[in-house]
């Protein structure tokens, strides 16, 4: 059973933006946290951000701190990413996460041109 499917990325140019989601089944949404992470080619995968129950415990890299928002729709069962402002340092591919049960989705191509 798939149990975290993301969405929404693509092609935008620096400064553009982009909102990814991350449509959750019920188990994994109950994670108590959920996160970001991205891999560049090349790179380690990294920590974005993190969201427990509400916005207000949101946690954010610090190379994205000001222009990403982490957001969780209890109704949908999705995680959000609403990334703003996007460099081409930024692309990669983003993963959903949840590290208390051990799940990654797929992970989706975000490319940001100069």
């Known amino acids: 059973q798939v149990q975290l499917v993301e969405s929404g990325g693509g092609v935008v140019q620096a400064g553009g933006s982009l909102r990814l989601s991350c449509a959750a089944s019920e188990h994994a949404f109950s994670s108590p946290v959920l996160n970001w992470f991205r891999q560049a080619p090349g790179n380690a995968r990294e920590f974005v951000a993190s969201?427990?129950?509400?916005?207000?415990?949101?946690n954010y890299a610090d190379s994205v701190k000001g222009r990403f928002a982490i957001s969780r729709d209890h109704a949908k069962n999705t995680v959000y990413l609403l990334m703003n402002n996007l460099k081409p340092e930024d692309t990669a591919i983003y993963y959903c996460n949840s590290a208390v049960l051990g799940y990654w989705g797929q992970g989706t191509q975000v490319t940001v041109s100069s």
């Open positions: 969201i427990g129950w509400t916005e207000s415990n949101a």
